[in-house]
């Protein structure tokens, strides 16, 4: 069963960037593959997606133009590049396997979930 280990996050001023990546104990290739997040107090959502191939993506209507995922099948990793930060951001990220064309439904994802990587935007 795959296994994913998330890295990059950090503490970051409103309107600052922040790279993620996603890792995973078996090949990533064969999956599309989501960012999910889970602020303290609320259920975890998804963010955005990518298919196996790279060839489509989804974003959430709060991350669309400022976050932009993209995959490297050579280096079996998926990363999540998040611009334009806001408070609102602030959240556990998380990365998971992906099934069907509703990516970003969390009861869609699969996979053994890692620890995350914490994303704090404050001033």
């Known amino acids: 069963q795959l296994q994913f280990v998330e890295s990059g996050g950090g503490l970051v001023q409103p309107g600052g960037s922040l790279r993620l990546s996603c890792a995973a104990s078996?090949?990533?290739?064969?999956?599309?593959i989501g960012w999910f997040r889970q602020a303290p107090g609320k259920e975890r959502e998804g963010v955005s997606c990518?298919?196996?191939?790279?060839?489509?993506?989804n974003y959430a209507d709060s991350v669309k133009g400022r976050f932009t995922i993209s995959r490297d099948n050579a280096k079996n990793t998926v990363d999540l590049q998040m611009n334009s930060l806001k408070p609102e951001d602030t959240a556990v990220y998380y990365c998971?396997?992906?099934?069907?064309?509703?990516?970003?439904?969390?009861?869609?994802?699969?996979?053994?979930w890692g620890q995350g990587t914490q994303v704090t935007v404050s001033s």
């Open positions: 998971a396997a992906v099934r069907g064309p509703a990516c970003l439904v969390v009861g869609n994802a699969f996979g053994s």
């Open positions: 990518i298919s196996s191939n790279g060839g489509r993506t």
């Open positions: 078996g090949s990533l290739g064969y999956y599309g």
